[in-house]
Nanobody, 121 residues
């Protein structure tokens, strides 16, 4: 079984910065893409940023220039550096990973339990 555990969500003032981390653990061979998503109250979950195993990134237009995704393949972690935070960034943030569990077969997607980020105005 693969577990993803997020950390770093707190209450922060608008304009501030925050860094979220997500660590993958368990029995698996390797991790392909990793990503951060968020879901604000009453809204659908949306993709915030994604990163391939080779380090290619993609960031949503709503956070471009403010958020940066990175990963450490040796530690099986993915991070999200969030700067210039706005009240509309308030949401539960989830990490996901596309994981090769078995040597032969398709990868499986795993999700963390989420971490709350609240940005006060």
């Amino acid at each position: 079984q693969v577990q993803l555990v997020e950390s770093g969500g707190v209450l922060v003032q608008a304009g501030g910065s925050l860094r979220l981390s997500c660590a993958a653990s368990g029995a698996f061979l390797s991790i392909n893409d990793m990503a951060w998503h968020r879901q604000a109250l009453g809204n659908q979950r949306e993709l915030v940023a994604a990163i391939t195993s080779g380090g290619t990134t993609d960031v949503a237009d709503s956070v471009k220039g403010r958020f940066t995704i990175s990963r450490d393949n040796a530690k099986n972690t993915v991070s999200l550096q969030m700067n210039a935070l706005k009240p509309e960034d308030t949401a539960v943030y989830y990490c996901s990973a596309d994981v090769n569990v078995f040597r032969f077969g398709v990868p499986s997607e795993f999700w963390g339990q989420g971490t709350q980020v609240t940005v006060s105005s």
